[in-house]
């Protein structure tokens, strides 16, 4: 029996509830294909700082380096942000980052039928909404030189090589050829140099997917259509600034944070992880949504080791039991049948699975 590793990152606050969930599901899925998971658990963030003194262990790092995939929680807590900056939770996440060369961020919106009522747009905008937002993460203007500032000026370089652009955009191929095979490719190339740079590359690249449809969009105007007509794109290719923001937008549109996965990888693996934070205002209560987590394992399970079907099952049982009026605390205004707990919302995902 095939058999996959995977590093196993709780982290802070509602960390170890939701990870705890997802792992249910993703068991329930591999028992339903025939292949076999083995976990090794390490910390990071805050509880990794307490035990250790740093946010990243080496330890921590070197089992993800050598592991199939990250499971990640969510990091952070109000008792640790006078630390040093290095010293801090987040440091470690972007650490983990930088060592695995995670450079593609990879963030799913989905507006399911059962809530199309918690969007802040009217259902008949959001109704069938179901795209992927790719983001380069390790380049552009965050990183790039000469930066700096002084009392009455400050400066940033937006930077891309042909290299890092050719690397991201055949991940967002790649994904397209497992949906729609539609690609929007968004930059800022009428007034950018290294948009004009970044389109070109694009489109050097598009011949050696043919079945993919490819477009492009200035950046301005993608931030409005993502308002407008969400339901015409599939995959948004973008660069780390623009993905930063239009990634942001796009998640408000499901209605929930709580139903969003994301993924950041590079070559080999990846991290898993929803979007939102540790939230350790309610940590322990068994209120907090388990389901972007699960979905993370799910794009875990695709992206990572291959294993498409499992991941399908994983997504069906949550859009079943979405179907059938079951919310978490967060969804509970929108069409609740039955508000369930962390641990209810796991182990009815798992049983979905397992009777499917």
Not at 35 to 44: A, H, I, P
Not at 74 to 101: C, F
Request: charged share 25%; with cysteine; net charge negative.
């Amino acid at each position: 029996m095939k058999n996959y590793n995977i590093t196993v990152i709780e982290g802070d606050g509602i960390g170890p509830e939701i990870v705890k969930e997802a792992i249910k599901a993703i068991e329930a899925a591999a028992a339903k294909e025939g292949f076999g998971l083995t976990y090794d658990y390490q910390l990071m963030g805050g509880a990794a700082y307490e035990a250790s003194g740093e946010p990243l262990p080496a330890s921590t790092l070197a089992s993800a380096k050598a592991a199939d995939g990250v499971l990640f929680g969510a990091i952070g807590g109000p008792q640790w942000d006078n630390l040093p900056r290095e010293k801090r939770p987040e440091s470690g996440l972007l650490a983990l980052r930088k060592g695995l060369d995670a450079f593609a961020n990879l963030r799913p919106t989905k507006v399911y039928d059962a809530l199309v009522d918690a969007s802040t747009l009217k259902p008949e905008v959001v109704k069938g909404v179901d795209l992927l937002v790719v983001r380069e993460l390790t380049g552009g203007i965050y990183f790039g030189e000469p930066k700096g500032r002084d009392e009455t000026r400050g400066f940033n370089t937006m930077v891309y090589s042909v290299e890092e652009i050719e690397r991201i955009a055949r991940v967002a191929f790649e994904a397209a050829m497992k949906r729609r095979k539609k690609l929007c490719s968004i930059d800022k190339a009428n007034v950018l140099d290294v948009s004009q740079l970044w389109r070109e590359t694009v489109d050097r690249i598009a011949p050696e997917y043919p079945e993919v449809e490819v477009s492009h969009m200035y950046v301005d105007n993608a931030a409005m259509q993502l308002v407008r007509n969400p339901r015409q794109f599939d995959v948004m290719l973008t660069g780390n600034l623009f993905g930063d923001i239009l990634s942001d937008e796009a998640s408000m549109i499901s209605g929930s944070i709580g139903l969003l996965p994301s993924s950041s990888g590079g070559a080999k693996g990846g991290i898993f992880e929803p979007i939102h934070g540790s939230a350790p205002d309610i940590a322990g209560q068994g209120i907090a949504n388990p389901l972007a987590t699960i979905l993370s394992g799910a794009m875990l399970l695709r992206y990572a080791l291959g294993e498409a079907k499992a991941a399908d099952r994983i997504e069906a049982a949550v859009e079943t039991a979405l179907a059938q009026g079951y919310r978490t605390t967060d969804l509970a205004d929108f069409g609740a049948k039955e508000v369930c707990s962390t641990q209810e919302m796991g182990e009815l995902i798992a049983n979905l699975i397992a009777k499917a």
